[in-house]
């Protein structure tokens, strides 16, 4: 998911280079980042440079938009961009929302994994610190207020518990369907398991878990 | 709080299919004068009179239904194209190549722009065919994830569409059986002595099967 392939992680060739260079646009980018968010089952990097630049072309074609109506120009010429305006918002609302869901779903994991926590956005962070404000709020109000005191966390079963055994996590070990640009030769999916051939351009049902740092690095999309 | 059924709940909706398949490339045949379009997805036209241009589907089917352009159906949607998918579809037992959205971009054509199809009736019938000779393919393929230990699938040729149709199950069945697998597991079914003789299965099979 990188745009400058030079700081994307190694194996990166320069006819890949050459690849996404002629073939990516921020719309292209906005999509992949789209299709990856909703179908990983964890919450992923916010794409934070991405999500800016796009953030003002739309917000550069709502002016242009806006300039076409008032200077007469033809209602069809006017209609297309509105149309390609609109596809544009839509990705930017449905990824955003995608991150939301996550966070509200998994919002205690996210807080004490720091790795995760660091993958949102600043708007996103404040975002969850409400979330967890409220459940809390939410949960102590409702039941533990009233259980016995051994029971009134919100993390755990009972004091007893070793680990925060109540916090809903997203499990890894889903699979799911990915695809990659480029061959990626023999990929050991763990260490129990005969290596896959990845092979470009064809899908696969792999387990998250075992695929996630390709996920990351943007060399395999999921689909 | 978050159920782990909902997690398998197909992740892209007919619609946000659709919304992916617009943006594929086609030809169009403008029957107007436009200035290029500068648009976010990219630089298209510009649009001369009887001057072909490639577009995104969804800008060829606005233009279509202003009644701006016809559209030029891509080659893999000719009668003779698609009689020769079907064969092989029915021959084979592996899927044909067919573009990933080839089942919303011929929706869409056939919704939005019959009268430029060149027979459009036989299209449209070899599509449905070859769609059903697939899926029942895909049919009989879950019967192997189910007979044989399988950890890793290679879904060579689905198309979005079929993909995300199998999903639900595919993904479910293949935790199911990975998890079964886990070491932990073995041991415990491996002291159970009555167990069906499975140990043929058990080998280094890992050979990914082409679906």
Redesign the interface.
């Given at each position: 998911m990188e745009t400058g392939a030079q700081d994307g992680s190694s194996g990166y060739s320069t006819m890949d280079d050459y690849e996404s260079l002629i073939s990516t646009t921020d719309a292209e980018l906005l999509k992949r980042a789209w299709q990856n968010e909703k179908a990983a089952p964890q919450i992923l990097r916010f794409e934070a440079a991405l999500i800016q630049r796009s953030r003002e072309q739309i917000k550069l074609m709502e002016e242009t938009v806006g300039e076409f109506t008032r200077n007469g120009i033809d209602p069809l010429t006017v209609s297309l961009y509105q149309m390609d305006l609109d596809r544009t918002v839509f990705l930017l609302r449905s990824y955003l929302r995608t991150r939301l869901q996550k966070i509200e779903k998994y919002v205690f994991h996210i807080q004490k994994t720091a790795e995760l926590w660091n993958r949102l956005s600043r708007q996103e962070k404040r975002f969850a610190e409400r979330c967890i404000e409220d459940m809390e709020k939410h949960l102590d109000q409702s039941v533990l207020s009233k259980l016995p005191s051994s029971y009134k966390s919100h993390l755990k079963q009972s004091s007893s518990s070793e680990e925060d055994d109540m916090v809903p996590e997203p499990r890894l070990d889903t699979y799911v369907i990915c695809r990659s640009k480029r061959f990626l030769g023999a990929f050991q999916l763990d260490d129990r398991q005969f290596p896959v051939n990845i092979e470009a351009d064809d899908l696969y049902a792999l387990p998250y878990k075992s695929i996630k740092p390709l996920v990351e690095t943007g060399q395999i999309d999921l689909v | 709080?978050?159920s782990?059924a909902d997690?398998?709940a197909a992740?892209?909706s007919a619609a946000e299919l659709e919304?992916?398949a617009?943006?594929e490339l086609i030809e169009i045949v403008p029957n107007m004068r436009?200035?290029p379009?500068n648009?976010?997805?990219?630089d298209f036209g510009p649009f001369r009179p009887q001057i072909a241009t490639q577009v995104p589907v969804?800008?060829a089917v606005?233009?279509k239904r202003?009644g701006?352009c016809t559209i030029r159906p891509p080659d893999w949607m000719s009668v003779e194209k698609l009689t020769q998918v079907l064969e092989a579809e029915r021959d084979a037992e592996k899927f044909q190549p067919l573009p990933f959205h080839y089942v919303e971009i011929s929706r869409l054509l056939f919704d939005h722009a019959r009268d430029d199809i060149p027979d459009i009736y036989m299209v449209r019938s070899l599509i449905e065919d070859i769609k059903d000779v697939r899926f029942h393919k895909i049919g009989t393929g879950l019967e192997i994830i189910s007979r044989e230990r399988t950890?890793?699938?290679?879904?060579?040729?689905?198309s979005?569409m079929e993909?995300n149709i199998v999903?639900p199950f595919?993904?479910?069945a293949?935790?199911t059986f990975?998890?079964l697998?886990s070491?932990d597991m073995i041991q415990e079914s491996d002291s159970v002595s009555n167990r069906q003789p499975q140990t043929a299965n058990r080998g280094?099979r890992?050979?990914?099967k082409d679906r």
């Open positions: - | 709080m978050a782990q997690a398998h992740t892209f919304f992916l617009e943006d436009m200035d379009l648009l976010i997805c990219g969804w800008l606005a233009l202003r701006k950890y890793a699938l290679r879904l060579k040729n689905l979005a993909a999903r595919v993904t479910r293949l935790q990975y998890k697998n070491p280094p890992r050979q990914l």
